[in-house]
């Protein structure tokens, strides 16, 4: 396993960081259908969790991530960290263990959430504390003008060293929360397939704050089971691995995260583990044809992702909508565009916008756009492409 400096914290992480909001869906699940107990008495999802967290520290990764919102999450991995010796002294201080607040609390509600989290966790103070989620600009506002002065207090007692956030929103709000300087890391959304993001991590580097790459694998593609034709596009490489090299090539980027429910599933992604140098001239090659096939594929109808055709007047979220309609197309990524597709009017701020069915012809993106894109027609042809299956109603003969 590889090392980098976590920007201003000064923390050395591994490439891979140990995610765990699908370790705690996963064994609750295998919890509720089990008898719940082992021999020793222990919970069927403890066990579980000492045995990922144990194999991902043998394995070289130094970083837990979790969020009171992931279910027994932080429960779990305190339980299994106390059973390993890893909740106090040299154990403790050789991992980094990140939770999160979301940016919605009172400010005297902060610290009894921070201390539960501790609590939980078996801990005695939080490397890093993101706020999970600064998705609009009424968020960037709570936090700064309220949830950082209560924070700050925390940070004086030692219960938190280091303040950063998440976020799923749009590039110009997490460049205007990176521009307060009140963060020491990002967790972004960030992947070769999903390269929006680009200014926000060049000025979170320039800023020297820590980058982790949230959901590479699932968010980037469903790449843990890409389809045919991107595979051969992507030969002799992976899908999911030549992503991982393509973000790791970048010495900006700290660390990625992984989410493994059982410690099998460590195996495939940590075969990067080692893997941080400049891509070779065979992953280049790979990276340029999947560039090729976007192109000849797409034609003139390919969205270059410059968001000028925003704002929209029915809310639809076209740069969105059409990037789907990219990957659907040039790669067969259809599976993948369907499943985020179906989330817009569905998600609310974590993944904003209407679907292209919305669109009402009114024209007001069409001079906007440098392409000169027919948006209208192509937002229905996505939709008509990644809408799903049309169930029948209950009520319809």
């Keep these: 396993m590889r090392y980098r400096r976590f920007g201003k914290t000064d923390r050395q992480l591994s490439l891979f960081s140990l995610g765990a909001m699908r370790l705690a869906s996963e064994q609750l699940a295998s919890e509720q259908s089990a008898s719940g107990q082992s021999a020793s008495g222990q919970s069927v999802s403890g066990i579980a969790a000492q045995q990922v967290i144990a194999e991902a520290i043998d394995r070289g990764i130094n970083h837990i991530e979790t969020a009171p919102a992931y279910g027994r999450s932080e429960q779990l991995i305190g339980r299994a960290l106390s059973a390993l010796q890893l909740n106090r002294g040299d154990g403790r201080a050789q991992l980094t263990i990140t939770s999160k607040l979301t940016p919605t609390p009172e400010g005297a509600q902060i610290a009894p959430a921070i201390e539960a989290s501790l609590d939980r966790l078996q801990v005695d103070y939080l490397d890093c504390l993101a706020i999970h989620g600064i998705n609009t600009q009424t968020h960037l506002d ?16 030692g219960l938190v060293r280091h303040v950063g956030f998440s976020t799923h929103g749009p590039l110009a709000l997490i460049q205007r929360a990176i521009a307060t300087n009140a963060f020491s890391f990002i967790n972004l959304h960030y992947n070769f397939f999903f390269q929006r993001n680009a200014p926000a991590i060049e000025q979170a580097h320039q800023q020297d704050m820590g980058i982790f790459i949230i959901s590479p694998a699932d968010k ?4 843990y089971t890409p389809p045919e034709q991107l595979k051969t596009l992507c030969a002799p490489f992976d899908p999911l691995l030549l992503n991982y090299r393509w973000l790791l090539s970048d010495p900006r980027i700290t660390t990625l995260s992984v989410g493994p429910a059982v410690p099998a599933e460590l195996a495939w992604p940590l075969e990067a583990a080692d893997s941080d140098g400049p891509l070779t001239e065979l992953e280049r090659t790979a990276i340029e044809r999947l560039n090729v096939a976007m192109q000849d594929r797409l034609g003139s109808d390919r969205c270059a992702q410059c968001d000028r055709c925003l704002p929209c007047p029915e809310s639809i979220n076209i740069p969105e909508v059409l990037r789907l309609r990219n990957l659907a197309v040039a790669y067969d990524m259809r599976a993948f565009g369907q499943y985020r597709y179906g989330m817009f009017e569905n998600a609310g701020h974590w993944f904003p916008g209407r679907r292209g069915d919305r669109c009402t012809d009114c024209g007001d993106c069409l001079p906007r756009c440098p392409q000169q894109l027919d ?11 990644l809408r799903g299956k049309q169930r029948r109603r209950l009520w319809e003969d």
Excluded at 142 to 157: D, E, Y
Excluded at 220 to 223: D, V
Excluded at 375 to 385: G, K
Aim: glycine share 6%.
């Design 142 to 157: 709570w936090v700064t003008n309220i949830m950082l002065g209560a924070i700050a207090p925390l940070q004086s007692r």
């Design 220 to 223: 980037a593609g469903m790449l």
């Design 375 to 385: 948006i209208p027609t192509l937002l229905r042809d996505t939709h008509n492409r």
